[in-house]
């Protein structure tokens, strides 16, 4: 067996907090073979990122590493001086950030920052060289027009081109480990994909080894040899990505690989070992039987924006009872808008909007609050940190509506809460926790109980799940479907994670550039799209190995 | 439900020595304030001519001063006058200027513009060049001192209030608070005022001791305050006289007054922060 | 755009923002004098001592028979003419008067700003480089500390330390010492005027003169300036495009300086617009202790003579002043900083 490039044994880093000294990874090893990708994989508070951090000694102020031994090509570099490093660091192990803008300095144009780390890696370099050096690494990782970047300044480029312009510093130096620390995060899906295939080629082409720090296990099987498991700073499992989906060992692999939606996932398979909606039946049938009315109907609705733009151009659809609608789109598609313009918290431009046959787009958005009809459309909302007043309590959040809208008081309002909480899973000793003291899950079924508290009839749900940990967003959809079937509501769900919708939703829309490019039943425009924007977005999805692949079956639904 | 404030206020301020003996020291200032009339040890108005001039001793522990009167007496009386100049002007400032700045930033439009380009206005003038015009146009009395004062200091609140108003204005529970039926007036009083109050509360600490030293300023100079009325400022003025000929305690006495007091209410406002954010509650 | 053209379209643009403001500062200061009870025309007559055929003439000079609209007209149009009204103490015009004083202030204001930056911004980067350490507890405290006294106490206690205990200081009256001649009037900054002449003597006299002063205005900014820095500087040095420099191997010193403190001096631009118009209201102050014949100290003396034109004039003078100063501050900062667009 040849030597790893990077080996990581028994590592263990603590943070000096205010209440003492906290073990942020303990007992971590993990290594890296020449030329290999591992994916390190994990979701919040797993230490996934403080590991690596640890490797290349960017730990913050308070962490230190109190034990372990870090070795890169034999040498050991644990106890590293900033000259050793120096060698070891930008000659031989590069970075690759999440948020790639922030990462860049913001009044140092592009062009500068390359010259910067090209002359840091070689001193003798004078400027018409680096500048010739800095174009060329521009090309090497695919940016259009890049002699007009170099001059740029990061605030000028898009998402996509900024993480293009990371990867160009990372490899200035010619590195012979890569690591990439979430760096699809806040991309659109089609971005998403091309950075990572970019990144994979010139890892490939190069002959780097790379570590994929990532929360999302899709990934790791299309760009990873190896992959590791963390969970509250230790490593659970480590195997390769077939194996891992195929045969998940540890009981959190189990959870994390049964959680993560695929193309093929279905609701109740979510939660392993475990399944909300064994019991209940649904109400309505989900699918709207032909010649009933709809309880949203939407026509040629139209925003505008100061300034002129469009953010929707003349969208029309129906909603049924019971029925469960997806929207999908990337940034900028107006999915958000048109979800804000049907709650009524924004005003329409042009068309109507026309809830169990009563036309509501005519009141305007200041003045619906006294309009009966407030309580049949409510919003789930997609950040649950700031979706709830700091200075109130859960009981505080979910009484809010039923003391405005339903005007109850006294022992009805807290038997009204409390069977709330109870609908959306919420244990009775969090109702007098302030936001702040609740975990993102907790904080997502407060405002879910939030939202069902007046009995609404249509659920807007904007993102509700983006930024919940892989894990907890299985249990939320779960519940989410349990409430839809118990209670017959109608769903307006709006997302960006493709496979999610299809598993949530009878019917998908999907937006473009602020008009509906394709609509239909899900199993349709899923397994076979009309639009070819909508087959770009499909494509772009990761597959994942199934069990079925394993016995040779056809795994694309 | 309200985890006891009581105690969370002494976990801080145990936490937080140096913010105790802010509140400690306020507390003692307050009663000197309050009290004065019983603790000081001579008449702070009658003058004692064959006396004047005197250094500090134990008969007078500050010394006298040109009139024969006891500086220390005078020092302590002058708290209460100081005390009430500032909470009135800050008061002041801060009720109106944060209903105002709220307002402006969760509306915004043209009652935004048109108050920001009135704050603009204000703001071109160098504060106390502002306060000494107002004093001149309205009249060399005390009660202006205290509008110039609180007048000063509004464009600040206002400013203050609409920056906190517009970062909350598009939080999810902004939204969901009018989704459940808040009007605008509603919105902006019950659920984002109570939201910002935190922040302006630790304006409101610094601000008095900022309104402190405007007024001493003030009075120093020679607008508001006229002799034999004690009050900080004007006895530094009177004392800078004979500094240049070593009688330092006329200035010295009151100047640390002043310099103690204002330096309280800062130490004071960085520890509020943490009482106020229920944040810092666990 | 080339800089050149951008600084010129920035300048142009935030020239024209700032002329509402200018004329609400005039308009305001016409309200003020004239809208509040009492007669202007006593005002701005010598005194109300003056013969009712002497204010009858004052008011009929200045207008003040004549509709409200109208004398705002007169009143923009003397104003533009650089017609500010009569000091009654000096019996000169109020623009003559002011142009006499004015250069005092400012080079006592200038000096109190260069040595203000100059000891705080190091300061600060040095308290923030160093966080947590004993320095950056002491920095923060002296802050604190600096931020409570107020400049007529600071003032008076240099003068206590540093001229009677010590001797070191002149006598604190004044711009120059009674022995000693002004120079020949070239700009009104004795420091320039004195170099002008090529006399040694004469400029060190003049510098002694100012080191207290200046040194007790910079001390009431000093607080806030080194506190700024500190902050920009340790949310500079925590920001993640500062790791990705350390993950480059970058030097250290490229790091800290190039990256780090380039960002961290963006707001500390900002500030110094406020803290120039700090300065211009503190001269107030400091020049009634060091009896500095600056436009302050003489407006003052007007106003406790209830001479009010020279207070009008200096109220629309600081203003313009501090305007034209923020308009500079601006225009530096969109050299400096590319995200900030032209409007």
């Keep these: 067996m040849t030597q790893?490039?990077?080996?990581?044994?028994?590592?263990?880093?603590?943070?000096?907090?205010?209440?003492?000294?906290?073990?942020?990874?303990?007992?971590?090893?993990?290594?890296?073979?020449?030329?290999?990708?591992?994916?390190?994989?994990?979701?919040?508070?797993?230490?996934?990122?403080?590991?690596?951090?640890?490797?290349?000694?960017?730990?913050?102020?308070?962490?230190?590493?109190?034990?372990?031994?870090?070795?890169?090509?034999?040498?050991?570099i644990t106890r590293a001086t900033w000259k050793t490093l120096r060698t070891v660091h930008g000659a031989a192990i590069s970075m690759v950030f999440q948020n790639a803008r922030a990462a860049l300095n913001p009044i140092r144009s592009v062009g500068d920052q390359l010259c910067d780390v090209l002359r840091a890696y070689d001193r003798r370099l004078d400027k018409p060289t680096a500048h010739k050096k800095a174009l060329d690494l521009l090309k090497a990782v695919l940016i259009r027009e890049p002699e007009k970047r170099l001059d740029a300044y990061p605030h000028e480029l898009s998402g996509g081109m900024c993480q293009r312009v990371m990867m160009a510093l990372a490899i200035a130096s010619e590195p012979a480990l890569l690591i990439a620390d979430?760096?699809?995060?806040?991309?659109?899906?089609?971005?998403?994909?091309?950075?990572?295939?970019?990144?994979?080629?010139?890892?490939?082409?190069?002959?780097?080894?790379?570590?994929?720090?990532?929360?999302?296990?899709?990934?790791?099987?299309?760009?990873?040899?190896?992959?590791?498991?963390?969970?509250?700073?230790?490593?659970?499992?480590?195997?390769?990505?077939?194996?891992?989906?195929?045969?998940?060992?540890?009981p959190y692999t189990r959870k994390l690989v049964s959680a993560s939606p695929t193309p093929t996932s279905r609701v109740q398979d979510l939660v392993d070992g475990e399944n909300l909606l064994t019991l209940v039946e649904p109400r309505t049938p989900s699918v709207m039987p032909a010649g009933s009315a709809p309880i949203l109907e939407v026509q040629n609705a139209v925003k505008r924006f100061d300034g002129g733009i469009l953010a929707v151009r003349g969208v029309s659809f129906k909603i049924g009872h019971g029925e469960s609608v997806g929207l999908v789109g990337e940034s900028g598609s107006g999915k958000s808008t048109l979800s804000r313009l049907i709650c009524r918290l924004a005003d329409l431009s042009e068309g109507e909007i026309i809830f169990d046959g009563e036309g509501i787009g005519g009141t305007s958005a200041r003045d619906f609050h006294k309009n009966a009809l407030r309580r049949d459309i409510q919003l789930v909302f997609q950040d649950p940190h700031d979706s709830l007043n700091p200075r109130f309590t859960s009981f505080d959040s979910i009484a809010h509506p039923l003391r405005e809208l339903d005007g109850l008081s006294g022992t009805a309002l807290k038997a009204r809460v409390a069977e709330c909480a109870a609908l959306c899973g919420l244990d009775a000793s969090l109702l007098g926790r302030f936001p702040h003291q609740l975990s993102g899950g907790q904080k997502a079924r407060v405002g879910i109980a939030r939202a069902i508290a007046c009995r609404p009839r249509l659920l807007?749900?904007?993102?509700?799940?983006?930024?919940?940990?892989?894990?907890?967003?299985?249990?939320?959809?779960?519940?989410?479907?349990?409430?839809?079937?118990?209670?017959?509501?109608s769903f307006l769900f709006v997302s960006h994670d493709l496979n999610v919708v299809r598993m949530m939703c009878d019917r998908t829309i999907v937006m473009r550039n602020g008009e509906i490019v394709e609509m239909g039943e899900s199993r349709s425009v899923f397994s076979n799209p009309s639009s070819e924007y909508t087959r770009s977005l499909l494509e772009a999805i990761l597959q994942v190995p199934q069990a079925e692949r394993a016995s040779g079956q056809e795994v694309r639904p | 439900?309200?985890?006891?404030?009581?105690?969370?206020?002494?976990?801080?301020?145990?936490?937080?020595?140096?913010?105790?003996?802010?509140?400690?020291?306020?507390?003692?200032?307050?009663?000197?304030?309050?009290?004065?009339?019983?603790?000081?040890?001579?008449?702070?108005?009658?003058?004692?001519?064959?006396?004047?001039?005197?250094?500090?001793?134990?008969?007078?522990?500050?010394?006298?001063?040109?009139?024969?009167?006891?500086?220390?007496?005078?020092?302590?009386?002058?708290?209460?006058?100081?005390?009430?100049?500032?909470?009135?002007?800050?008061?002041?400032?801060?009720?109106?200027?944060?209903?105002?700045?709220?307002?402006?930033?969760?509306?915004g439009g043209w009652l935004d513009r048109a108050v920001g380009r009135f704050v603009d206005v204000l703001m071109a003038f160098p504060l106390f060049v502002l306060a000494m015009a107002l004093v001149a146009a309205m009249g060399n009395r005390l009660e202006n001192i205290v509008i110039a004062t609180a007048f000063i200091n509004l464009p600040f609140y206002i400013r203050f209030a609409r920056a906190e108003v517009n970062v909350r204005r598009n939080a999810g529970w902004v939204e969901s608070a009018r989704i459940c039926g808040a009007g605008t007036w509603a919105t902006v009083l019950k659920f984002l005022l109570p939201n910002i109050?935190?922040?302006?509360?630790?304006?409101?600490?610094?601000?008095?001791?900022?309104?402190?030293?405007?007024?001493?300023?003030?009075?120093?100079?020679?607008?508001?305050?006229?002799?034999?009325?004690?009050?900080?400022?004007?006895?530094?003025?009177?004392?800078?006289?004979?500094?240049?000929?070593?009688?330092?305690?006329?200035?010295?006495?009151?100047?640390?007054?002043?310099?103690?007091t204002v330096l309280f209410f800062n130490l004071l406002g960085d520890g509020l922060r943490d009482i106020l954010d229920p944040r810092m509650r666990t | 755009m080339s800089m050149l053209t951008r600084v010129l379209a920035r300048s142009g643009k935030r020239l024209l923002t700032s002329l509402p403001a200018l004329l609400g500062v005039v308009v305001f200061t016409f309200i003020l004098m004239r809208v509040l009870p009492g007669d202007p025309a006593v005002f701005f007559a010598s005194g109300s001592n003056a013969g009712p055929e002497q204010i009858a003439q004052i008011r009929k000079d200045m207008g003040l028979d004549?509709?409200?609209?109208?004398?705002?007209?007169?009143?923009?149009?003397?104003?533009?003419?650089?017609?500010l009204g009569r000091s009654m103490s000096t019996g000169q015009g109020v623009t003559q008067d002011m142009a006499q004083r004015l250069p005092a202030s400012l080079e006592l204001t200038f000096l109190a700003l260069i040595v203000a930056f100059v000891v705080a911004v190091p300061v600060g980067v040095m308290a923030a480089l160093r966080a947590g350490s004993w320095v950056d507890q002491f920095v923060r405290f002296l802050c604190t500390l600096g931020v409570c006294i107020p400049p007529f106490v600071s003032g008076l206690l240099l003068i206590y330390v540093f001229y009677y205990k010590l001797g070191f200081a002149p006598d604190p009256t004044g711009r120059l010492d009674i022995f000693i001649s002004p120079p020949n009037r070239y700009t009104g900054f004795y420091l320039i005027d004195f170099a002008i002449q090529g006399d040694i003597a004469g400029w060190f006299a003049a510098f002694k003169q100012l080191i207290l002063p200046a040194c007790t205005m910079a001390l009431f900014v000093l607080a806030p300036i080194a506190r700024i820095t500190r902050a920009s500087m340790l949310s500079a040095l925590g920001s993640d495009f500062i790791r990705t420099a350390r993950s480059m191997a970058l030097s250290p010193w490229r790091i800290t300086v190039v990256y780090a403190l380039r960002n961290a001096m963006l707001p500390v631009l900002t500030i110094a617009g406020i803290v120039f118009s700090t300065m211009l209201g503190a001269n107030v102050l400091v020049e009634k202790v060091f009896s500095w014949p600056g436009v302050a100290s003489y407006t003052l003396d007007a106003l406790l003579a209830s001479d009010y034109a020279p207070v009008q004039g200096f109220v629309l003078l600081m203003a313009s002043i501090f305007v034209f100063v923020n308009l500079l501050v601006d225009v530096l900062y969109g050299v400096a900083d590319p995200r900030v667009s032209i409007e």
């Design chain 3, 66 to 83: 004549k509709p409200m609209p109208e004398q705002l007209l007169y009143y923009l149009n003397d104003i533009v003419h650089g017609r």
């Design chain 1, 4 to 76: 790893p490039l990077l080996n990581v044994e028994n590592l263990h880093v603590q943070f000096k907090t205010r209440s003492g000294l906290v073990d942020a990874v303990r007992n971590v090893s993990f290594s890296v073979q020449q030329g290999k990708t591992l994916g390190i994989v994990g979701e919040s508070g797993s230490g996934k990122s403080v590991s690596v951090y640890a490797v290349t000694h960017l730990l913050e102020a308070a962490g230190r590493i109190v034990g372990g031994r870090i070795s890169y090509a034999g040498q050991d």
């Design chain 1, 460 to 489: 807007v749900l904007d993102e509700p799940t983006a930024a919940l940990d892989v894990s907890v967003q299985a249990i939320v959809l779960q519940l989410l479907e349990k409430l839809r079937r118990e209670q017959g509501l």
């Design chain 1, 182 to 250: 979430e760096p699809t995060t806040g991309l659109d899906v089609t971005t998403q994909k091309s950075v990572m295939d970019l990144l994979h080629r010139i890892v490939r082409e190069r002959g780097m080894s790379m570590i994929l720090i990532t929360h999302d296990l899709g990934l790791t099987s299309e760009y990873c040899d190896d992959v590791v498991v963390m969970e509250c700073g230790l490593v659970v499992e480590k195997a390769n990505p077939v194996q891992l989906f195929t045969d998940p060992q540890h």
């Design chain 2, 197 to 260: 109050l935190p922040a302006m509360a630790v304006q409101l600490s610094l601000n008095l001791g900022w309104a402190i030293l405007n007024a001493a300023g003030l009075s120093f100079i020679g607008l508001g305050v006229q002799a034999p009325t004690p009050e900080w400022g004007i006895m530094v003025a009177e004392g800078a006289r004979f500094i240049s000929n070593g009688d330092w305690w006329l200035v010295v006495m009151p100047g640390s007054f002043l310099v103690v």
């Design chain 2, 1 to 107: 439900m309200k985890n006891s404030t009581f105690s969370h206020i002494l976990w801080t301020l145990r936490g937080n020595p140096v913010t105790a003996v802010a509140a400690v020291g306020l507390c003692v200032l307050a009663c000197l304030a309050i009290f004065s009339a019983g603790i000081m040890p001579y008449d702070p108005i009658v003058s004692d001519v064959p006396n004047a001039m005197q250094g500090p001793s134990w008969a007078h522990w500050a010394g006298t001063d040109q009139l024969g009167r006891d500086v220390l007496s005078r020092t302590i009386a002058a708290t209460r006058l100081d005390f009430l100049i500032a909470l009135s002007a800050v008061a002041l400032s801060f009720v109106v200027g944060a209903v105002v700045g709220s307002i402006c930033g969760f509306l």
